[in-house]
């Protein structure tokens, strides 16, 4: 691999002159800066961004990687990261899963290639194998997700959170509970659902099992099914979907069938993503990505980059909040 001594003798410049020709810190004439730059296309040579970087006293740079930007879960944690990375001087580097492994591995490798100095990741799969190389290297937090890593994972207690949830609709006279999941390998989902079993449980309850709606794909599947389930002569009195994004979908299905909400049916979400107060009517939810629980992440975050004490690995949870709004009706009594 080519240095920047290599450079030098190519060009026929001095270190010191190759540096200050890349870095722009000082007036290089035209015609060095050009053979410099012959020299550096002929070499292939890459500056050590690392050294750069430490001798500066960092990048000043976080990289943040997430599932899918679509999801509009998403944007207010991106929002409120950057927020919180641009109080603190840091710039937050962005980048997209879209689901995809692979993107991920090539996103890890630009951060090491930029010398972040950090690392928030929120992952795509049930895998985090493409973090594993960095954890020694890099100071990184895991996010809503808990695996064995040498990193910390900061995650919401989804077991906790849905139990909490069907506590509050049986408590509102609801037995008959609709689950709504998407993906019940996703572990979140699982968690999830292991939450609503215990609560059920602890409520003598069997009449849920009637009633799951499991791997959910898209949005016309979200409305097919739901439409064959408020057509049922034993339809449920409630749902309760393990995320917002199902919501309009269901909001439409329950209007298509001449069925109002809360009268006819109580609906249910999880996340609180920011359009839920406007629906028709608002949304009662689980809230968990708040801006206290974000800035708990991102400081986690900043102790490990200004301490140097990383690559270790630890589990904390967080709690979720119920946000009572009006597509919930008590039918008890």
Do not use: W
Not at 11 to 26: C, E
Not at 111 to 121: M, P
């Amino acid at each position: 691999m080519a240095g920047i001594k290599d450079v030098a003798q190519l060009s026929g410049v001095s270190p010191s002159t190759v540096s200050r020709t890349l870095t722009g810190s000082a007036f290089v004439e035209p015609e060095t800066r050009q053979r410099v730059m012959q020299a550096v296309r002929e070499l292939n040579y890459k500056p050590n961004m690392a050294a750069r970087n430490l001798k500066a006293g960092g990048s000043r740079m976080i990289g943040l990687i997430i599932p899918d930007i679509v999801n509009p879960y998403y944007p207010q944690i991106v929002k409120t990261l950057e927020d919180l990375a641009v109080q603190e001087g840091y710039s937050l580097l962005f980048c997209d899963a879209q689901g995809d492994f692979e993107r991920e591995k090539k996103y890890f490798e630009t951060f090491r290639t930029l010398c972040v100095d950090g690392i928030l990741y929120v992952p795509s799969t049930e895998s985090v194998e493409c973090a594993y190389p960095y954890t020694d290297s890099i100071p990184m937090v895991i996010i809503n997700r808990t695996f064995d890593i040498n990193a910390p994972c900061i995650n919401i207690n989804d077991e906790e959170a849905t139990q909490h949830a069907v506590r509050y609709l049986l408590g509102k006279g609801h037995s008959k509970i609709a689950l709504f999941s998407n993906n019940t390998q996703r572990q979140y989902n699982s968690k999830r659902m292991r939450g609503c079993e215990l609560a059920f449980q602890e409520a003598g309850n069997e009449i849920y099992k009637r009633y799951l709606v499991k791997d959910l794909v898209n949005e016309e599947d979200i409305y097919r099914r739901t439409v064959e389930l408020l057509r049922r002569e034993d339809r449920p009195t409630a749902i309760l979907m393990f995320n917002d994004n199902m919501a309009m979908c269901v909001y439409r299905a329950v209007f298509d069938c001449g069925l109002r909400i809360p009268d006819d049916i109580s609906v249910m979400g999880f996340d609180d993503i920011p359009t839920a107060k406007y629906m028709s009517p608002p949304l009662t939810t689980m809230r968990h990505a708040t801006y206290d629980t974000l800035k708990i992440i991102f400081n986690n975050l900043m102790y490990q980059i200004k301490t140097r004490d990383f690559g270790k690995g630890s589990t904390t949870y967080y709690k979720a909040t119920l946000v009572e709004r009006d597509s919930v009706r008590n039918i008890r009594g």
